[in-house]
């Protein structure tokens, strides 16, 4: 069974595990994940590469959608993109409605 996130364009989504603490965001048309470095973390007043920093980004297609996903598909993490116009988006059809983004084996 699969399970998603769904990350909305501008509306971030934050991860901890009670130790580190992540965040999956959209920004200038890029997928980014970061992780928080010192407590200033993603507060107000925060400065990329000293209180956060970013592990690792995807450049989106020029025509996203405005949902993704991000979860765990038949073995892989993936991330996922509806289309524009956003129509019937991930309850829709793969190519159609929205297409993969990424894969990556687990």
């Known amino acids: ?3 998603y996130t769904i990350i909305t364009s501008g509306d971030p989504i934050i991860l901890s595990d009670g130790v580190d603490t992540f965040r999956l965001d959209v920004r200038d048309n890029i ?3 970061d992780q ?3 407590a200033l973390g993603f507060g107000e007043g925060s400065v990329e590469d000293t209180d956060w ?3 690792d980004s995807s450049v989106l ?3 996203p959608g405005l949902e993704f996903r991000v979860g765990v598909r ?3 993490w993936v991330i996922d993109q509806t289309y524009d116009p ?3 988006g991930f309850t ?3 190519h159609f409605d929205w297409d993969n983004l990424e894969a990556h084996q687990l």
């Open 36 to 38: 928080e470095i010192t």
């Open 74 to 76: 038949d073995g892989h």
């Open 53 to 55: 920093g970013n592990i």
């Open 61 to 63: 297609p020029d025509d």
């Open 92 to 94: 829709g059809m793969e």
């Open 86 to 88: 956003d129509l019937l």
């Open 1 to 3: 069974m699969a399970q």
């Open 31 to 33: 997928l980014y994940f």
